[in-house]
């Protein structure tokens, strides 16, 4: 049985951070990607056969991660999935399909309120059995890559890699 779950994280960026910086590295995919913790490798790709139509022009990515399904490493193994992404005025927007019927649909946005912050929007549909774990492993991936790009975004402006395996 399939479930959709939602779910919302926002992390205060910074004031010494250039708003135009934080954008620069959204659309940067391989750096995005890179910097989730759970990332061994990742290469271009053909879009997933189930992808509409919508998605088939945007830019397509295979990524491995390494998972642990029981604490402390007991447990962990290797996950290749296929992610697509869009980049947005003011933000990015990927699309995951992974094994066993797993699909999320992530949005990042910088929001400008009192001050800025990064905004995820995750959207998952996945088997009701997955979903407390895919979730978990979400949040707790996503954290440390919201950790390096602010590094990244403090860090002198430079090229950004703009090539899978640069």
Same mark, same amino acid.
């Not at 959709?4 to 960026?13: I, K, R, V």
């Not at 990064?118 to 088997?127: G, I, K, P, Y």
């Not at 895919?134 to 090229?159: C, F, N, Q, Y």
């Given at each position: 049985m =399939?479930?959709? #779950?939602?779910?919302t994280? %926002?992390?205060?960026l910074?004031?010494?951070?250039? $708003?135009?910086?934080?954008?620069?590295? /959204?659309? #940067?995919?391989? %750096?995005?990607?890179k910097?989730n913790? /759970?990332v061994?490798?990742l290469?271009?790709?053909?879009?997933h056969?189930?992808a $509409?139509?919508a998605?088939?022009?945007l +830019?397509?990515y @295979? *990524? %491995?991660?390494?998972?642990?399904?029981? $604490?402390?490493?007991?447990?962990?193994?290797?996950?290749k999935?296929?992610?697509?992404?869009?980049d947005?005025p003011?933000?990015?927007? =990927?699309?995951?399909?992974? $094994?066993l019927? /797993?699909? =999320?649909? #992530?949005?990042? =946005? /910088?929001?400008?309120?009192d001050?800025?912050?990064?905004?995820?929007? +995750?959207s998952?549909?996945c #088997?009701?059995?997955?979903?407390?774990?895919?979730?978990? %492993?979400?949040?707790?991936?996503?954290?440390?890559?919201?950790?390096?790009? *602010?590094? @990244?975004?403090?860090?002198? @402006?430079?090229?950004?890699?703009?090539?899978?395996?640069?």
């Amino acid at each position: 049985m =399939t479930v959709d #779950n939602t779910f919302t994280s %926002t992390s205060p960026l910074p004031s010494s951070i250039a $708003p135009e910086r934080v954008i620069e590295i /959204l659309h #940067n995919h391989v %750096t995005m990607i890179k910097m989730n913790p /759970l990332v061994i490798d990742l290469q271009r790709c053909e879009p997933h056969e189930h992808a $509409p139509e919508a998605e088939r022009s945007l +830019v397509w990515y @295979e *990524i %491995t991660d390494k998972v642990s399904y029981l $604490p402390f490493d007991l447990l962990s193994g290797q996950v290749k999935y296929k992610a697509c992404f869009k980049d947005l005025p003011m933000g990015l927007q =990927t699309v995951i399909y992974a $094994p066993l019927g /797993l699909r =999320t649909q #992530n949005k990042w =946005t /910088l929001e400008d309120q009192d001050e800025f912050q990064l905004r995820e929007d +995750v959207s998952m549909e996945c #088997n009701m059995f997955m979903a407390p774990f895919v979730k978990r %492993t979400i949040k707790a991936s996503h954290g440390p890559l919201v950790d390096r790009l *602010i590094i @990244e975004a403090k860090s002198p @402006e430079r090229d950004l890699e703009s090539t899978v395996g640069a």
